[in-house]
């Protein structure tokens, strides 16, 4: 699906913890990250304010929805226009967050469809 992204480049693979020490002091969009409210502490504090049961749900949904994004490989594949496309064949590591819009049912003890096992492993519950 197309659409606006963001992301974080890190040059080496740091621990998560430097990972987010690093993000919120290299954070240009929200430097600092004043006024930042964590998902629990919304949950907690903010939601039990919205003015109907409706509202709350709806947010409860989307943020059940949100996802973490962690990406140490990049295709070959990728098309000379993507925003990536610099770092093909690359391992940088890319972090950024990402919204789950659709869910299959699970696909077990099927030929894994990726180009390097090339359908000879089943993939496991």
């Known amino acids: 699906m197309p659409g606006g992204h963001e992301c974080a480049i890190f040059t080496s693979r740091e621990h998560e913890a430097a990972e987010s020490c ?4 290299n954070c240009e969009k929200n430097p600092g990250h004043k006024n930042f409210i964590s998902v629990q502490d919304f949950k907690d504090n903010y939601l039990p304010r919205l003015q109907s049961d ?15 994004l962690r990406v140490d490989c990049t295709s070959q594949a990728r098309p000379d226009d993507d925003d990536m496309a610099e770092y093909r064949g690359t391992s940088k590591m890319r972090v950024g967050t990402g919204c789950v819009w659709y869910v299959e049912e699970p696909k077990y003890d099927e030929p894994c469809d ?5 359908g000879n492993v ?3 519950q």
């Not at 690093?22 to 002091?25: A, L």
């Not at 409706?54 to 973490?68: A, C, G, N, P, Y």
């Not at 990726?114 to 090339?118: A, F, N």
Request: hydrophobic fraction near 25%.
């Open 22 to 25: 690093w993000g919120y002091k």
């Open 54 to 68: 409706e509202q709350r749900e709806l947010l409860r949904s989307w943020i059940d929805k949100t996802v973490r």
């Open 114 to 118: 990726c180009p390097k096992c090339g």
């Open 122 to 124: 089943a993939r496991k």
